[in-house]
């Protein structure tokens, strides 16, 4: 059998029970957005690696190296944001083409690094190879968190309210208009969803809000897209969970790329991958106070779009008609053909 | 300009300028073994990535999965073990080809597993990812050091002595061995050098002995060949060397090969990468008490091959002859098209 037989969720799974460890010093191994790990210090270190594969994740000619340093990073970052951490240092390791222009380089530094610096993060080491095709670039970005500040994908409840910041959709709906130079958009909101696909923004400001307020139950970042990522938390918390789609944050720029694509703007919002947004859970009753909070420190907002349920009632998406339909992942999944 | 003509250690230097840091939470950024960090805890974190490239560093028929997964851990553990350092924890990042066989990634991590049991070290996350060709194979290790243990590249001075731990060039010749099917050795040291190709051993064991004793000044793993490693003391550290050529630790089966290929034996020695023995620096008089220890303790041969002299003496190989040669780096470099 091959990998894209298996799929990436279930290969990880298979990987995960091999290297299955019961250790003191692995608060959390394989299976959420970091590895949470103890090293005696006051506060746990969070570690992560996200990668960059040409032709998968971008066309060199496509994107910047600039635009491609940032992003790299951000995707990272993104990560330590979804478990309530602080990043803090990056290591970077690069397989190269030997045609690769000096100045690409230097320019994929200077955005990795303009991006660690609106965040406090150093670039402290990395390796570099050859490659005979391909650019692969792979971060690995180490944080840090409170013990008490960890939110894991583990630790919602039935009956809480599934919530997400920013809007969802823009990143696929910026890609759209890359595929298709023709699509006919402003240039205000050209500019506004290309950002938003080339240069996510890692949301620390807003986990830093959510993880001080200390009422959400569980945490994810949106990097493959909500239908697939709220599914992460259903498994690792044991629960269902429904979405209204009717709720789903859509931009304006977005609704424009969905019409002009003939897309239900929830599909761009529920199967788009790459927002790189929090989705979170919280106790009905807190719900307000968290949402304001963060949309009150950060200006980012926060919408309820859903509500999880116990685990036997199923996982559903509930359409503005009252229609449900099976929450199944349509979002990005590595190796598997998309069915 | 592209990067093959600049070369990987002016690349490196490059870009070690363009994300230059002073923050007191980096002890060692970029251009050591590891990135050593500072997270307040009562040791210093370290850091290190490196990677396996299909076609550049393995082809997928000619290692087992299971021996690139145990080779892909161990060289980062040799740089932890050149830092003076314990190694702890290992993330993964993976870009696979969907036609990759369940199997073969099976097999990777049980070799990952395998060695991370040998050293104490816990596999405790990673990525996965699509690649449209080749396998990429990224190995993140976190390890921890005493501050007081730790040994860099930049601590030698002029008047010491070089030493190596184990045999050089074995590696190399196993690499011959395998280009070349025809080449009759003997089955027992044919298997041996093939070993020590695919599966090389971190010298984590030896460097905990230096490190304990307190007594060596500079020490780096040989990755890339002696030739081309101790220059990286030398430039880290301001000093010249003169290496003693008969004095190489060279296996009787390296020999073999050697002779059967018509090389000098110390060419392979010292050009040949890949072996992951340290290589360390110390004064003169504690010399024979740091090598006896390491070999009582460890039974890993120590072995003195040469000497620092003052920067401005520059850096040579001496042969049997009394013949001094200048000693480049003619060690594995990337990108860089052999001289």
């Not at 692995?26 to 005696?40: H, W």
């Not at 340093?69 to 478990?83: H, T």
């Not at 570099?128 to 792979?138: G, K």
Request: some cysteine; proline content about 4%; overall charge negative.
């Amino acid at each position: 059998m091959d990998i894209s037989e298996l799929g990436e969720f279930l290969l990880i799974d298979r990987l995960a029970r091999i290297v299955a460890v019961e250790r003191s010093d692995v608060v959390v191994g394989i299976g959420d957005d970091v590895a949470v790990l103890d090293n005696g210090g006051a506060e746990l270190i969070l570690a992560k690696v996200d990668s960059q594969v040409e032709d998968v994740h971008f066309l060199r000619s496509g994107i910047s190296p600039h635009q491609l340093g940032r992003r790299a990073l951000a995707i990272n970052l993104s990560d330590i944001a979804a478990s309530g951490g602080r990043p803090r240092w990056a290591l970077v390791s690069l397989a190269l083409p030997t045609d690769i222009e000096v100045a690409w380089v230097d320019g994929l530094y200077q955005g990795l690094c303009e991006e660690g610096n609106r965040f406090g993060v150093a670039v402290v080491g990395g390796n570099m190879a050859r490659s005979s095709q391909t650019i692969f670039v792979d971060v690995f970005v180490l944080g840090q968190a409170c013990r008490e500040d960890l939110l894991l994908r583990s630790g919602a409840h039935p009956g809480e309210r599934v919530l997400v910041t920013g809007h969802l959709g823009d990143s696929t709906a910026g890609l759209s208009l890359l595929l298709d130079p023709a699509l006919s958009v402003g240039d205000d909101e050209r500019d506004a969803l290309l950002a938003r696909h080339f240069t996510p923004t890692p949301r620390l400001a807003e986990s830093a809000v959510i993880t001080r307020l200390g009422l959400a139950t569980a945490m994810i970042d949106l990097s493959d897209g909500l239908s697939s990522d709220i599914g992460h938390i259903c498994e690792r918390s044991g629960v269902g969970v429904r979405l209204w789609a009717e709720r789903l944050p859509v931009s304006p720029a977005a609704h424009h790329v969905a019409k002009l694509t003939r897309r239900e703007p929830w599909r761009l919002a529920l199967e788009g991958g790459e927002d790189y947004e929090l989705c979170f859970t919280a106790p009905p009753a807190v719900v307000d106070e968290l949402a304001a909070a963060v949309e009150w420190e950060t200006g980012t907002p926060v919408t309820v779009v859903g509500e999880t349920l116990p685990a036997d009632a199923g996982r559903w998406l509930v359409l503005e008609d009252g229609q449900e339909l099976s929450l199944e992942a349509r979002g990005w999944e590595h190796f598997k053909p998309r069915g």
